[in-house]
T-cell receptor, first 113, second 110 residues
Framework: NAGVTQTPKFQVLKTGQSMTLQCAQD?????MYWYRQDPGMGLRLIYY???????DKGEVPNGYNVSRLNKREFSLRLESAAPSQTSVYFC????????????FGSGTRLTVV | DAKTTQPNSMESNEEEPVHLPCNHS???????IHWYRQLPSQGPEYVIH???SNVNNRMASLAIAEDRKSSTLILHRATLRDAAVYYC???????????FGTGTKLQVIP
């Protein structure tokens, strides 16, 4: 099925560990996004990529890095995980030319202990 | 960035229509109004969007005020599967820093 695929679905890290969240889309979308959602909160934009080779900071970029590997893939890296980064992470993609909606992945639930 | 305001929660009886309001008094002329919903433990799902005219699709209808400062998502017959958090956002196209607020949590009562 076409859509946005995120891996892993669940992860537990110890404080200070690093990890990369993977995201891939097969809809030929130009733009990709990483959001985080804390319990009882809305989604906040971490980073986004307008097109292959470009990335920009969103609302809450501190503690994260991203890589737009190619048009399909957009990864999010935590270099030194902190308990404050415990959250559910969503990747999304969109085609900005037609103003249609975002397509979201099913999320990665990350716990930092 | 233009902001939206939604009630925190609403209730509806099953098989009755639901009208979910959204205020966006600072909307600009190029902003499209988008609605998403998020079912428990899932990512948000696109529902509908519009610019000036009312819109209908298989999931819902979107009614946009003439001055565009408010809109209403209409679910014609609520089902238990419609219980979700509904988000109203403004999007001008391109790569804006769109942030989703806390949305409206819809409870559907059997």
């Amino acid at each position: 099925n076409a859509g946005v695929t995120q891996t892993p679905k669940f992860q537990v890290l110890k404080t200070g560990q690093s990890m990369t969240l993977q995201c891939a889309q097969d809809m030929n979308h130009n733009s990709m996004y990483w959001y985080r959602q804390d319990p009882g909160m809305g989604l906040r934009l971490i980073y986004y990529s307008a097109s292959e080779g470009t990335t920009d900071k969103g609302e809450v970029p501190n503690g994260y890095n991203v890589s737009r590997l190619n048009k399909r893939e957009f990864s999010l890296r935590l270099e030194s995980a902190a308990p404050s980064q415990t959250s559910v992470y969503f990747c999304a993609s969109s085609d900005p030319r037609d103003r249609d909606g975002y397509t979201f992945g099913s999320g990665t639930r990350l716990t930092v202990v | 960035d233009a902001k939206t305001t939604q009630p925190n929660s609403m209730e509806s009886n099953e098989e009755e229509p639901v009208h979910l309001p959204c205020n966006h008094s600072t909307i600009s002329g190029t902003d499209y109004i988008h609605w998403y919903r998020q079912l428990p433990s899932q990512g948000p799902e696109y529902v509908i969007h519009g610019l000036t005219s009312n819109v209908n699709n298989r999931m819902a209808s979107l009614a946009i005020a003439e001055d565009r400062k408010s809109s209403t998502l209409i679910l014609h017959r609520a089902t238990l599967r419609d219980a979700a958090v509904y988000y109203c956002i403004l999007r001008a196209g391109g790569y804006q820093k769109v942030t989703f607020g806390t949305g409206t949590k819809l409870q559907v009562i059997p």
